[in-house]
C-alpha cells in the first residue's frame, strides 16, 4: 500500500508541481494518474520512488515513511518503465533485464537465464535476447522496459506513459498484455497516462488530476463515468460531448455503436443483428441500445449524420 | 623530383643510423615526447571534461577557455615559455599540453554530453548509483568521442613536435632545424617525411581503436565530430 500524505512538490524554479496531494494506493491493484500534460503525473510518480523528494509532506510504503529510506536501496525495489524505454543502449536485451539483479549481486548466469524466463513473461521471443535495443520495434523495446521493471520482482510497478509512443495497435496489444500480466502477478501498479480511455481500461483506481497535481477526482472506471464530480471531468472523460452516450445503429452489414456525433464507437458483443443477417431492412435503420444512454439521433429516428465511420 | 630521391637516399643512409643523432634513436625520442604530452593533457583535461559533462557545471568557462587555447600560436607560446624557463624539455611540453587539451576536453565533455539524458534517467530509475551510472553508462558511452578528441590531440602534437627542437635537443625537428641551417634539403625533407609517416601510423592505430571502443548496438548514428557540439555550445 502506498499512501501520500498532504504531499507538496515545488521545484527550485518556482513551478508547483503538486499541491497538497493526498491518497492511498491499495496494494496488488492498478491506480492510473490521469491528467493533461503538466497536470504533476510524473512529479507525484518519481516521488515514489524518490528520485523527486516532496517540498512538504510524505510517502509511506507499507507503512514506512520512504523518507528516511536510502534512495538507491529503494528504487532497486521498484520496477520503473518509461514511455521511451530507458534502456541502456550499449547492452543487449538481456543484458538490459539482468542489470538491476546484477547489481544486486545475483549471479550473472542466474540473473540472465532469470532474464530470459522474463522475456517469456512480456512476450518476448527469446531469439530477441541477445539484439541491442537500437534493432527492436519500439513495441519490442516497451516489453523489455518492462521485463527490466519486472526483473527484480518488486511488490510496485511504476509505470509512466509506458504505450504513448507506440502506434494504436501496438498500443492495444501491450494494454492487454499488461491486464494478462497484472492478474497473473497482482502487482501495485501506478500508472501515467494522458489518455482517459487507456486510464479506464486499466485502473481498478481513476485519479484524475488538474494542474497542480489537485484531484478532480479519483474512483473507478465505472463510478467516474457515472457521475463525474464536476464540468471539468465531464469534459476530461468526453461525457459533456456525448462522447460516451452510445447508441446502436444497424447497417447492412450488422450493428454498430455510435456516439453522439455519429462516430463509431464499436460494436455489441455477441455479433451481427438478424435484421442484417436477413438484409431485408434499409441500409441504416436505428434502434436505441437498451442498455446505453439514447442519443439525441435515436428518438429522432432519422439516419444519423456522417453514420457512416470516417 | 631530386630532392625527393636525395630525402630518400638520406632516409636509407645507414650511417643515419648510428649514434645520437640516429634516426631511430629520433623517432622514439618524437613518439615519446608525443605520447608524454598527450598525457600530461590527458590528466587535465578528461577528468575536466568528465566533470563538466556529467554535472553540467563550468560549461561556459571550459568552452571559452578551449576556444581560447586553440587560438594561441603555439610557436610563439613555447618561446615565451623558453624565454622564462629557458632552453629545455619543460618549455615544449608545456607549450604543446596547453596546444593538446581543447581537443581532448571537447571530446571527454562532449561525449558526456552526447548521452541521452533519458538514459541516464532510467538508469538512476532503476536504481544506479552515482558511481555506477558513470562507471558503466556514461564512460562507455562517450568513449567514443573522447577517443576522436584523443586522436585530434594525437596528430596535433605528433605535427607540432617537431617545433620542440627548436629550443631542446629532442625529436624529428632536430633534422629540419639542423638541415635547415646547413641547406641539407635531403635532412630536412627526409625528416618531414618520417613525420608524416609517424603521424599516419598514428591515425592507424586510432582508426582502429576508435572502431573499438564504439559500443555495439550505438554504431550507427553517432556524431562522431568532436567539434560539433561544441562550437554549438560556444555560439
Ligand atoms: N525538474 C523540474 N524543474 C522545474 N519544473 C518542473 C520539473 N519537472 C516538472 N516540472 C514542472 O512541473 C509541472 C508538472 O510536471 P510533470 O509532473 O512532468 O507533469 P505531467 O507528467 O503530468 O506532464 C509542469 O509544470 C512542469 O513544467
Ligand atoms: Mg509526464
Redesign the pocket.
Known amino acids: 500500500m502506498i499512501e501520500f500524505h498532504s504531499v507538496t512538490?515545488r521545484?527550485?524554479?518556482g513551478?508547483?508541481?503538486?499541491e497538497d496531494f493526498s491518497l492511498v494506493l491499495p496494494s496488488r491493484k492498478t491506480t492510473v494518474?490521469v491528467?493533461?500534460?503538466?497536470?504533476?503525473?510524473?512529479?507525484?510518480?518519481?516521488m515514489i520512488n524518490r528520485m523527486?523528494d516532496p517540498t512538504s509532506g510524505s510517502i509511506d510504503i507499507d507503512g514506512a515513511d520512504i523518507g528516511t529510506l536510502a534512495p538507491v536501496k529503494l528504487r532497486r525495489g521498484i520496477g520503473y518503465v518509461m514511455q521511451n524505454s530507458g534502456l541502456l543502449p550499449h547492452r543487449r536485451v538481456i543484458d538490459n533485464v539482468a542489470t538491476v539483479p546484477m547489481l544486486q549481486g545475483t549471479p550473472k548466469k542466474k540473473a540472465r537465464e532469470d532474464a530470459l524466463q522474463l522475456l517469456d513473461t512480456v512476450g518476448l521471443d527469446r531469439s530477441l535476447a541477445n539484439r541491442y535495443p537500437s534493432q527492436l520495434s519500439g513495441g519490442q523495446q516497451q516489453r523489455v522496459g518492462v521485463a527490466r521493471g519486472l526483473a527484480v520482482n518488486p511488490n510496485i510497478l511504476l509505470m509512466?506513459?509506458p504505450f504513448g509512443a507506440v502506434d494504436p495497435i501496438v498500443r492495444a496489444e501491450l494494454q492487454q498484455e499488461l491486464l494478462r500480466l497484472q492478474r497473473e502477478l497482482g502487482k501495485t501498479v501506478v500508472f501515467?497516462t494522458?489518455d482517459i480511455d487507456e486510464a479506464f481500461l486499466l485502473g481498478d483506481q481513476v485519479v484524475i488530476?488538474r494542474?497542480g497535481?489537485l484531484i478532480a477526482q479519483v474512483g473507478s472506471p465505472a463510478e467516474i463515468l457515472a457521475n463525474p464530480a464536476d464540468d471539468f471531468v465531464a469534459a476530461f472523460v468526453g461525457a459533456d460531448r456525448g462522447k460516451r452516450v452510445l447508441h446502436l445503429e444497424s447497417h447492412s452489414d450488422g450493428d454498430v455503436l455510435v456516439d453522439a456525433d455519429g462516430r463509431l464507437a464499436g460494436v455489441l458483443a455477441g455479433g451481427t443483428s438478424p435484421s442484417a443477417a436477413a438484409g431485408a431492412q434499409t441500409a441504416t435503420e436505428e434502434t436505441a441500445a437498451p442498455e446505453v444512454k439514447a442519443g439525441p439521433f435515436a428518438e429522432s429516428g432519422a439516419p444519423a449524420q456522417g453514420g457512416d465511420p470516417r | 623530383m631530386n630532392y625527393f630521391a636525395d630525402a630518400v637516399a638520406w632516409l636509407f643512409d645507414p650511417t643515419n643510423y648510428v649514434g645520437s643523432n640516429a634516426i631511430g634513436n629520433r623517432v622514439l625520442e618524437h613518439l615519446g615526447f608525443t605520447l608524454l604530452t598527450l598525457v600530461f593533457a590527458s590528466v587535465i583535461a578528461i577528468p575536466l571534461g568528465f566533470f563538466i559533462g556529467h554535472t553540467g557545471r563550468g560549461r561556459g568557462l571550459a568552452v571559452g577557455t578551449a576556444g581560447a587555447f586553440r587560438s594561441i600560436p603555439t610557436l610563439g607560446l613555447l618561446t615565451l615559455v623558453a624565454l622564462s624557463v629557458g632552453i629545455g624539455l619543460t618549455a615544449p611540453y608545456a607549450a604543446l599540453t596547453v596546444l593538446a587539451i581543447p581537443p581532448i576536453l571537447a571530446g571527454a565533455y562532449t561525449g558526456f554530453e552526447a548521452i541521452d539524458r533519458a538514459t541516464i534517467d532510467a538508469a538512476r530509475a532503476v536504481g544506479m548509483s552515482a558511481g555506477q551510472i558513470v562507471r558503466k553508462v556514461e564512460l562507455p558511452l562517450s568513449l567514443p568521442l573522447l577517443m576522436g578528441g584523443l586522436r585530434s590531440a594525437t596528430l596535433q602534437i605528433v605535427a607540432t613536435a617537431t617545433l620542440a627542437a627548436y629550443v631542446a635537443d629532442i625529436g624529428l625537428g632536430r633534422f629540419l632545424f639542423t638541415g635547415l641551417k646547413n641547406l641539407d634539403y635531403a635532412q630536412m625533407l627526409g625528416g618531414s617525411i618520417l613525420v608524416i609517416l609517424l603521424a599516419l601510423l598514428l591515425e592507424g592505430i586510432f582508426t582502429v581503436l576508435q572502431k573499438l571502443v564504439v559500443p555495439r548496438g550505438v554504431a550507427a548514428g553517432r556524431p562522431t565530430d568532436i567539434w560539433a557540439g561544441f562550437t554549438k555550445l560556444a555560439r
Request: hydrophobic share 35%; no cysteine.
Open positions: 512538490k521545484f527550485p524554479d513551478t508547483l508541481a503538486v494518474f491528467g493533461t500534460s503538466g497536470s504533476g503525473k510524473t512529479t507525484l510518480l518519481r523527486v509512466d506513459e501515467v494522458h488530476l494542474t497535481g
